[in-house]
């Protein structure tokens, strides 16, 4: 933990995501469990960007929270999830990836656009994009997603490694009504439950009650045709979810 709360960590999330987007149109959601890991990061951001979710219920149910708080506030919103524990050794490329993909959503309201970054091993512990048709090419390409791959077995990995697909970054982007009409075909009950908690202010009670859902496994997997993609070749992508990549990207600095 002490790594990860490092200047490496911190650069790595808030201050990429502030040369991209205002800072006033950031909102974070966070496990009240870790606030000893959050709280002096985030103590100059009011209140009303921060939804303290009362359990981890997995990032389907986090990412649901965010949606219908952002909703509330604007309905056709374009929204952009960046995960708080992954690395960018290249900025500006990050943004540039960012950019387009939210321009590719833009374009392309009723497809969620996910950023694939160049996958160089074979990874069981990452999500896998597998690249269909060319859809645009500018201002970058864009492309259909053919299949999506989570956690694959290795030797799954090592084909998809082979045939060049690409690592499932989480950085996700779309309106946030398409986010919710996914989310609804697969988990209605968690939007059904999330929503009357905001009604009636009971978002204790809820999350006790609340299945754990991956966004990733339980509704993108099941949907690839409401997929696209922007390839992320430059940015140096890492995840630092595990010790060992923190420190071997600790190593390569």
Not at 48 to 59: A, D, F, K
Request: glycine fraction near 4%.
């Amino acid at each position: 933990s002490d790594v990860c709360s490092s200047d490496l960590h911190k650069r790595s999330i808030r201050a990429r995501l502030e040369s991209i987007f205002c800072v006033d149109r950031q909102m974070f959601v966070v496990t009240r469990a870790h606030e000893r890991y959050y709280r002096e990061e985030l103590r100059n951001v009011d209140d009303s960007r921060i939804i303290p979710q009362p359990l981890n219920r997995g990032t389907g149910v986090a990412v649901a929270a965010a949606l219908l708080h952002i909703m509330q506030r604007d309905p056709d919103a374009v929204v952009v999830f960046v995960p708080s524990d992954h690395y960018y050794s290249d900025t500006q490329a990050f943004g540039r990836a960012v950019r387009s993909a939210f321009f590719g959503a833009e374009k392309y309201t009723d497809s969620i656009v996910l950023l694939g970054a160049k996958a160089h091993y074979a990874e069981v512990e990452y999500g896998w994009i597998e690249l269909g048709s060319t859809v645009s090419n500018a201002p970058a390409t864009l492309f259909r997603v053919n299949r999506f791959w989570e956690k694959p077995s290795f030797q799954q990995a090592r084909a998809l490694l082979r045939r060049g697909c690409l690592w499932n970054t989480f950085v996700t982007v779309g309106r946030a009504g398409t986010f919710v009409d996914l989310l609804r075909s697969q988990v209605p009950e968690v939007i059904l439950s999330i929503n009357k908690a905001l009604e009636e202010n009971e978002m204790e009670a809820a999350f006790r009650l609340m299945p754990a859902v991956d966004l990733s496994r339980h509704v993108l997997a099941l949907h690839p045709n409401r997929l696209l993609a922007v390839p992320d070749m430059t940015s140096g992508w890492v995840d630092l979810g595990s010790p060992a990549r923190v420190m071997d990207t600790l190593d390569r600095k």
